[in-house]
């Protein structure tokens, strides 16, 4: 299995909802990460996790809050976000977390396309 | 900050023709290079570049990395229509506190036309 999923591939919310995004790996792989893209732009690093624990948080607002309750999954709970947050969100996973003398390379899902009204 | 530009943004060629994409960068504590195809959703990884000079192969894909000039170039020999696509290049380095990040390029938008 080298696949990354994510689930769901679409969600519409109003800005006064709660909902989570998921992301499931079987590769084994130690780190997974969200990205956040808008259109027509590069994604862009939003958390990352290391064998289960938060290793980077690149400054994102409050409103969104990541979870890794085991090695293969990883959340992301929404609460009360704003339109400007409309973006497809992506989840990567990779065998570990570059190190030093080691780099990987991170395999993306299919992505979550997010509309908030 | 670490910087990585691709050029050309797009580029709209022929099937058939050969076309050479570019990824230059400017960052600290370098570690890797990667090339990923991306369509309508998410990026499609291609390579992984860590050593100058040595190219990789995938089909009519190649790519080498040439450290000392800071850059990157991928390859498509004979393309199809199927290898339109944005082509991201991504610049691993170590951004300090034992972590590294990913920084993407904008991308080069590839169309090939029949």
């Known amino acids: 299995d080298t696949e990354v999923t994510q689930t769901p591939k679409h969600l519409v919310m109003g800005m006064t909802n709660k909902k989570s995004l998921k992301c499931e790996q079987h590769?084994?792989?130690?780190?997974m990460y969200w990205y956040k893209q808008k259109a027509k732009k590069p994604p862009e690093l939003m958390f990352v996790y290391s064998y289960e624990k938060l290793s980077i948080n690149e400054s994102v607002p409050s409103r969104f809050s990541p979870e890794c309750p085991n090695s293969s999954l990883l959340n992301l709970h929404l609460h009360a976000l704003q339109p400007e947050d409309s973006a497809l969100y992506l989840c990567?996973?990779?065998?570990?977390?570059?190190?030093?003398?080691?780099?990987?390379?991170?395999?993306f899902g299919p992505g979550t396309r997010l509309t908030v009204t | 900050e670490d910087k990585v530009v691709q050029s050309p943004l797009s580029l709209v060629v022929h099937e058939g023709d050969t076309v050479t994409l570019n990824c230059s960068y400017e960052?600290?504590?370098?570690?890797?290079l990667l090339w990923y195809k991306q369509e309508k959703k998410a990026p499609t990884f291609l390579f992984m570049l860590?050593?100058?000079?040595i190219e990789k192969k995938s089909g009519r894909l190649s790519s080498i990395l040439d450290k000392k000039e800071l850059f990157s170039i991928l390859n498509i020999t004979a393309t199809q229509t199927g290898d339109s696509a944005v082509y991201l290049c991504?610049?691993?380095?170590?951004?300090?506190?034992?972590?590294?990040?990913?920084?993407f390029g904008k991308g080069t938008k590839l169309s090939v036309i029949p």
């Open positions: 960052v600290t504590n370098f570690r890797s």
């Open positions: 590769m084994g792989h130690r780190a």
């Open positions: 991504a610049v691993q380095a170590y951004s300090g506190a034992g972590s590294y990040q990913l920084t």
């Open positions: 860590t050593s100058s000079g």
């Open positions: 990567a996973s990779s065998q570990g977390e570059a190190a030093h003398f080691t780099s990987y390379e991170q395999y």
